[in-house]
């Protein structure tokens, strides 16, 4: 197999694009499609100070390294969920991609803050850990972006992660979940940052190569909590579809932008009228009801709203 573009050996095959290419080829590849979603979907624009949301993953610290290397600036946040063997080796990585990026990286630790990890943390407010870790990252990466002046959060959601989420959503006709997985999600002026996914339309194979190919160190593992997950299933699922019939998942995703867009108008005044917005009486971030949940969760533990992160630079 050669590389379509110099005829070399190819190193990577990608039948959804009937093409094959070789690393740097590969790279080249990649950081265009990237570029142009941001431009096409108008996920950046002049004067934005945006921060990637980092994990240690391959989808971050790629989103990362390939956010700066095309000239958009950009810190990390990372959420230390004090999981022994997994987040300190995640933060390492986390680290050094810093370093060589030359940004600052806002890193809040839940062990040190709750004095437990997520899981231990989860069992005291009663959830599982994925809720409790998802409730955690919401609203501290809007807080840090809120608080040290970033108006725009990146993520390194992929192709994969949005196809199953709204397969899953299909599948259990989750109405007030089905058109809230945009690429851009739009913000609430000083309450709620903006949150963009330039990842959107690349696969999780493509994003795992050009975080080998460009030389970027990640946590392979994935986090434990993880194991046994319905999206996991999903993945594998539309990854077989995929097999029999490369470019499905693109087509599922793209054509999911196009209907989000010709929603008519009704529609998404109906949507908005179910969705009332109220703002918590202690931080006045965004909330459901009258105090947040992490506002709870803090005063559980006997700690106040003003915040503890650590920076690194
Ligand atoms: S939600 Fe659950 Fe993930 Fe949090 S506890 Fe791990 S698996 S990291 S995206
Ligand atoms: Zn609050």
Redesign the pocket.
């Known amino acids: 197999m050669k590389c379509r573009v110099c005829g070399q050996p190819a190193s990577i095959n990608l039948r959804s694009y009937k093409t094959a290419l070789c690393d740097s080829d590969f790279i080249a590849f990649f950081e265009k499609r990237v570029a142009t979603t941001i431009k096409k979907y108008r996920l950046i624009a002049e004067g934005d100070v945006p921060i990637v949301a980092v994990?240690g993953g391959k989808d971050s610290l790629s989103l990362w390294h390939l956010m700066n290397k095309l000239g958009i600036p950009c810190d990390g946040i990372y959420i230390d969920?004090g999981?022994e063997g997994y987040s300190d080796k995640s933060l390492d990585k986390i680290k050094k991609v810093a370093e060589t990026l030359k940004r600052k990286v806002y890193v809040f630790p839940i062990g040190s803050v709750f004095d437990r990890g997520?899981d231990g943390l989860a069992k005291a407010i009663r959830r599982v850990?994925?809720s409790?870790?998802?409730m955690i990252?919401r609203y501290m990466m809007n807080r840090i972006c809120m608080d040290k002046g970033y108006n725009v959060l990146v993520t390194g959601h992929n192709l994969d992660d949005e196809a199953s989420a709204l397969f899953g959503n299909i599948l259990y006709w989750k109405k007030e979940y089905l058109w809230k997985k945009d690429i851009a999600l739009e913000a609430k002026e000083g309450h709620l940052s903006r949150k963009v996914k330039p990842f959107f339309l690349c696969s999780e194979r493509e994003a795992a190569a050009y975080a080998i190919m460009s030389g970027i160190d990640y946590v392979y593992e994935?986090?434990?909590?993880?194991m046994g997950?319905k999206s996991l299933t999903y993945k594998g699922m539309l990854n077989k579809l995929e097999e029999k019939s490369p470019g499905t998942k693109l087509m599922f995703l793209k054509g999911y932008l196009r209907a989000l867009k010709e929603r008519t108008k009704n529609e998404i005044d109906l949507q908005e009228e179910t969705r009332e917005t109220k703002y918590c009486v202690n931080c006045g971030y965004p909330s459901y009801t009258e105090k947040c949940t992490f506002c709870w969760t803090l005063e559980k533990f006997g700690l106040h709203c003003n915040i503890i992160f650590d920076e690194y630079c």
């Not at 994935?222 to 993880?226: A, I, K, Q, V």
């Open positions: 994990s969920l999981i997520i850990p994925c409790a870790c998802g990252k994935e986090c434990p909590f993880s997950a």
